[in-house]
Structures are given as C-alpha cells and as structure tokens.
C-alpha cells in the first residue's frame, strides 16, 4: 500500500511541477493545494489529500489535453490515473 501511495506522491509532484513549469495564474491554485499535500504526505504518511487533490489535477489535466494536446505529456496524465486507480 505505501509504494502505491508512493507513487501517486510522485505523480502529484509531477503534476505540480507541470503547472508551475506551465505559468499560468488560472492553475496556481490547484499548484499549491498540490505542493501542500505533497508536503503533508511527506509528514504525516497520510494520502487522503493526494487522492482528493490529484483527482481535481487529472481533471484540469485532462481538459488542458483536450485542448491541446502536445501541451501535457500522455505519461503525465497516465500515472495520475494509474495512481488514482489503486
């Protein structure tokens, strides 16, 4: 269970560093609700944030693919459900 949690860490991490990397004003809030539970992750051990927020990342992600899609990576977007499946 921890490496599964592990790994939604990662793809929440990544998918903070996306939006960062990204620089849109619009996203910045979904980037930090991100960092932070990264950050409580790292703390606490407790993934009920990553789950919560990195289901509210894969929508935006998703729709931002929609829209353009050379501008999210497949990888990106497929370990956040990967992650979110488990």
Do not use: W
């Not at 949690?5 to 809030?29: I, M």
């Not at 289901?55 to 931002?64: C, F, M």
């Amino acid at each position: 269970m921890e490496k599964q949690n592990n790994q939604l860490r990662n793809a929440c991490h990544e998918a903070a560093l996306f939006f960062k990397k990204l620089g849109d004003s619009k996203h910045k809030d979904i980037q930090s609700k991100l960092d932070f539970v990264v950050g409580s992750y790292d703390f606490d051990k407790n993934p009920v944030g990553l789950y919560d927020i990195g289901a509210k990342a894969l929508n935006i992600l998703q729709d931002i693919k929609a829209k353009n899609p050379r501008k999210v990576s497949k990888s990106l977007v497929t370990s956040l459900e990967e992650s979110l499946k488990k």
